[in-house]
């Protein structure tokens, strides 16, 4: 790589697995983190520098940053990581990446535009899993159809959570799902639409969700109307219906930092052997305002590796300057087909109809 990297929250399950890919890859990164300890043991493991500090310091922060080129954020909840390292890279001219996937959160970097553009500095979020492949198949599908109206993105292949994605689900627990209206965020209840998806082997359910493609799809093709959905299990399409008994148990702050304690203890992430044999698939579906409709499915190796894959190309190619400053989405920084050049990763696009 071009320039210096670091990698916050690097010791974490996805961290670790893009400072590996990074490694491997060729790169020195330096990783850094809150705890002491763990980046010890991960810069001695892959003789790296290393530089441990909070992110409750915002002078701390940009000393900490001043002397990179680009920051790599994977320290998820990203609500809580996001702004701080933004506010320190915009101060020290540092570019920003990081693999976030909520909506609210690519929301709040996206009204930070103009202030990158200023400080010349490039905000490239959700560089992972959660919207890469999305996001990259939204465009697709968009330069399909002419003046496409309704986006519909659907997915199928979750399991096997990590520490940090466990950690977002309970932070999110007490929020409504959401889809996107005449270009404006609408919230919804949870799982409140569901529809048949045929990933390729046959129809299955899928429930509406709230996925980063939101966000960072509306502004890569600038479709007004945009749903996206998940498979899951019909006991936990009851649940996200009917659980709102239980919800305020699970808000109250004390049971909240308890579970978050338990993830921490009890949640690994899944193997290797997990990661390897996992696939994930994707359908989308565009529509305009003459009927005509459009479909595409892209399959993916497990969303972990598809993650320490894109985040890591995505971090080479800022630090060769191959991007523009200013908020940017995955699309529009490396194109439509950024997502069909990783190992593993095929594409069906059909006719319009």
Same mark, same amino acid.
């Given at each position: 790589?071009?320039?210096?990297?670091?990698?916050?929250?690097?010791?974490?399950?996805?961290?670790?697995?893009?400072?590996?890919?990074?490694?491997?890859?060729?790169?020195?990164?330096?990783?850094?983190?809150?705890?002491?300890?763990?980046?010890?043991?991960?810069?001695?493991?892959?003789?790296?520098?290393?530089?441990? %500090? @909070?992110? /409750?310091?915002?002078?701390? !922060?940009?000393?900490?940053?001043?002397?990179?080129?680009?920051? *790599?954020?994977? +320290? #998820?909840? %990203? @609500?809580? /990581?996001?702004?701080?390292? !933004?506010?320190?890279?915009?101060?020290?001219?540092?570019?920003? *990446?990081?693999? +976030? #996937?909520?909506?609210?959160?690519?929301?709040?970097?996206?009204?930070?535009?103009?202030?990158?553009?200023?400080?010349?500095?490039?905000?490239?979020? #959700?560089?992972?899993?959660?919207?890469?492949?999305?996001?990259?198949?939204?465009?697709?599908?968009?330069?399909?159809?002419?003046?496409?109206?309704?986006?519909?993105?659907?997915?199928?292949?979750?399991?096997?959570?990590?520490?940090?994605?466990?950690?977002?689900?309970?932070?999110?627990?007490?929020?409504?799902?959401?889809?996107?209206?005449?270009?404006?965020?609408?919230?919804?209840?949870?799982?409140?639409?569901?529809?048949?998806?045929?990933?390729?082997?046959?129809?299955?359910?899928?429930?509406?969700?709230?996925?980063?493609?939101?966000?960072?799809?509306?502004?890569?093709?600038?479709?007004?109307?945009?749903?996206?959905?998940?498979?899951?299990?019909?006991?936990?399409?009851?649940?996200?219906?009917?659980?709102?008994?239980?919800?305020?148990?699970?808000?109250?702050?004390?049971?909240?930092?308890?579970?978050?304690?338990?993830?921490?203890?009890?949640?690994?992430?899944?193997?290797?052997?997990?990661?390897?044999?996992?696939?994930?698939?994707?359908?989308?579906?565009?529509?305009?305002?003459?009927?005509?409709?459009?479909?595409?499915?892209?399959?993916?190796?497990?969303?972990?590796?598809?993650?320490?894959?894109?985040?890591?190309?995505?971090?080479?190619?800022?630090?060769?300057?191959?991007?523009?400053?200013?908020?940017?989405?995955?699309?529009?920084?490396?194109?439509?087909?950024?997502?069909?050049?990783?190992?593993?990763?095929?594409?069906?696009?059909?006719?319009?109809?």
């Amino acid at each position: 790589m071009d320039g210096t990297l670091l990698i916050y929250g690097s010791y974490g399950y996805t961290g670790d697995l893009i400072t590996r890919r990074a490694v491997d890859d060729g790169a020195t990164p330096i990783v850094a983190g809150r705890r002491a300890e763990p980046l010890e043991e991960q810069a001695t493991e892959f003789e790296l520098d290393h530089q441990a %500090f @909070s992110l /409750t310091h915002p002078d701390i !922060i940009e000393s900490s940053i001043a002397d990179v080129d680009a920051v *790599l954020n994977c +320290a #998820g909840p %990203f @609500s809580g /990581t996001a702004e701080p390292l !933004i506010d320190a890279c915009l101060e020290t001219g540092t570019n920003y *990446l990081d693999i +976030a #996937g909520r909506v609210e959160v690519l929301e709040s970097i996206a009204e930070r535009d103009r202030e990158a553009e200023t400080a010349d500095v490039t905000l490239l979020p #959700g560089v992972g899993f959660d919207v890469v492949p999305t996001d990259c198949l939204a465009a697709i599908l968009n330069a399909k159809l002419p003046e496409t109206e309704h986006l519909t993105l659907a997915l199928d292949g979750l399991e096997n959570f990590s520490p940090g994605t466990v950690k977002s689900i309970i932070e999110s627990v007490n929020r409504p799902s959401a889809m996107r209206e005449d270009g404006e965020i609408q919230s919804v209840s949870p799982a409140w639409q569901s529809r048949e998806f045929d990933f390729g082997s046959g129809e299955q359910t899928g429930v509406m969700v709230p996925w980063g493609a939101l966000s960072t799809a509306y502004y890569s093709t600038g479709i007004g109307t945009i749903e996206t959905y998940a498979t899951v299990p019909q006991a936990a399409v009851r649940s996200m219906r009917y659980g709102t008994a239980v919800t305020p148990i699970l808000t109250f702050g004390p049971i909240q930092q308890l579970l978050l304690y338990a993830t921490d203890c009890l949640v690994s992430g899944p193997t290797q052997d997990e990661r390897i044999q996992s696939t994930t698939r994707l359908f989308g579906e565009v529509t305009n305002g003459a009927g005509d409709r459009a479909t595409a499915r892209l399959t993916t190796p497990g969303i972990y590796d598809v993650t320490a894959a894109t985040a890591v190309e995505s971090a080479r190619r800022v630090l060769s300057d191959e991007v523009e400053s200013g908020f940017q989405t995955p699309s529009s920084a490396f194109g439509a087909d950024f997502i069909t050049e990783f190992d593993g990763v095929t594409l069906e696009v059909g006719e319009i109809t």
